[in-house]
């Protein structure tokens, strides 16, 4: 008798519970230490809100969690009403500390809190954040929402030649292929064309410097939405209207 390979999918609750040695690396909000604290043992309760406390209280949320979405070991679970989390590996974090400073300068953008970041090894990460109700949606235009981000002035910088980019510091990303960052900050257009079209292991030929020769170096930068899709786009549906949430 043959034994062939289990085609079952493996359940991404379970895959995606918090490793105990995890390190939180976005500070966590009251919310989500409230979600912990709801599902811990009385145990846990009287230990009060220690680290250990709180990722065996949120795993349990995990175990109880609505699937918003999943492609392989990525998925968005519901913990809540108002909080969602995100898991994968590689997962981009570096938006965090620019999502309450479009908040607080463009009110027309509903912008998700970040209710904590844990980080566990392999870069696995664990992100919290508001879940927004609605369905997504990708064919209806957001021009107002996006020339509202576009007028905001770049977020304030410790270095101040890093215009371009996110996270801190703030660097500039490659995703194309894979994902690259610039080793240093990048302060105007013609350093941005140069990191876009070098890369440490490779050799500078005459075909890079042609295809440099076509690329401009005059345009005006501005805030904007590093990974917009269908998916991450919510919508609210009436009979009336259709209004973007998020």
């Known amino acids: 008798m043959t034994n062939y390979p289990s085609t079952e999918r493996p359940n991404i609750r379970v895959c995606s519970k918090i490793p105990l040695d995890a390190k939180i690396i976005h500070r ?4 989500l230490v409230a979600i912990a604290l709801r599902h811990a ?33 990525t998925a968005v679970l519901g913990l809540s009403p108002s909080v969602a989390m995100k898991v994968g590996c590689g997962i981009d974090v570096d938006h965090a500390p620019t999502m309450p400073y479009i908040k607080d300068r463009a009110p027309l953008v509903s912008v998700p809190d970040i209710h904590g970041i844990f ?28 020339s509202s981000i576009r007028s905001l002035p770049p977020p304030s910088s410790d270095e101040p030649q890093a215009i371009l980019g996110g996270g801190i510091p703030r660097r500039c990303k490659d995703a194309r292929r894979h994902i690259r960052e610039a080793a240093r900050p990048l302060e105007n257009e013609a350093e941005f064309n140069l990191f876009l079209t070098s890369h440490p292991w ?16 005059d345009h005006k930068f501005v805030m904007t939405h590093g990974d917009l899709h269908p998916r991450n786009i919510i919508v609210i549906v009436s009979d009336a209207s259709l209004q973007s949430v998020g």
Do not use: C
Not at 28 to 31: I, R, V, Y
Not at 63 to 68: R, T, Y
Not at 119 to 127: G, I, K, L, P
């Open 28 to 31: 966590l909000s009251a919310d």
């Open 41 to 73: 043992s009385p145990d846990e309760q009287v230990s009060g809100a220690n680290a250990l406390t709180i990722i065996e209280g949120l795993n349990r949320a995990i175990a109880e969690s609505d699937i918003i979405w999943e492609l392989g070991s």
């Open 119 to 146: 980080q566990a090894e392999h870069y696995n990460y664990y992100v919290f954040m508001t879940r927004i109700k609605g369905e997504t949606f990708g064919q209806e235009q957001l021009e107002r929402m996006f």
């Open 202 to 217: 490779r050799t500078e030929t005459a075909w890079l410097a042609m295809i440099r020769s076509f690329l401009t170096t």
